[in-house]
């Protein structure tokens, strides 16, 4: 399959937005970092605790895992831009 110059373009607008909003989140959690005590830790222990389940072939744990993170992330977030 070739690429149209077209696709090309849209994947290189794709590309900028994705770095954006990773750098956006990249700060966001870098901060998090320093002000939160004990978030760095508790990050790689909930990270850990997905990569074990993974390891383990146990969908519903890692699944179960990767939620308790996320919702503690979403958390963070809406406490960070409430009102």
Same mark, same amino acid.
């Given at each position: 399959?070739?690429?149209?110059?077209?696709?090309?373009?849209?994947?290189?607008?794709?590309?900028?937005?994705?770095?954006?909003?990773?750098?956006?989140?990249?700060? @966001?959690?870098?901060?998090? +970092?320093?002000? #939160? /005590?004990?978030?760095? %830790? $508790? *990050?790689?222990?909930?990270?850990?605790?997905?990569?074990?389940?993974?390891?383990?072939?146990?969908?519903?744990?890692?699944?179960?895992? @990767?939620?308790?993170?996320? +919702?503690?992330? #979403? /958390?963070?977030?809406? %406490? $960070? *831009?409430?009102?």
């Amino acid at each position: 399959m070739r690429s149209t110059p077209a696709a090309r373009a849209s994947g290189a607008m794709s590309a900028r937005v994705k770095f954006r909003r990773r750098s956006r989140t990249l700060r @966001a959690r870098v901060r998090r +970092g320093h002000q #939160e /005590e004990g978030a760095f %830790a $508790r *990050t790689r222990r909930e990270h850990a605790a997905v990569h074990r389940a993974l390891v383990a072939r146990d969908p519903e744990a890692a699944r179960a895992a @990767a939620a308790a993170h996320v +919702g503690g992330v #979403e /958390e963070w977030l809406r %406490a $960070r *831009t409430a009102g």
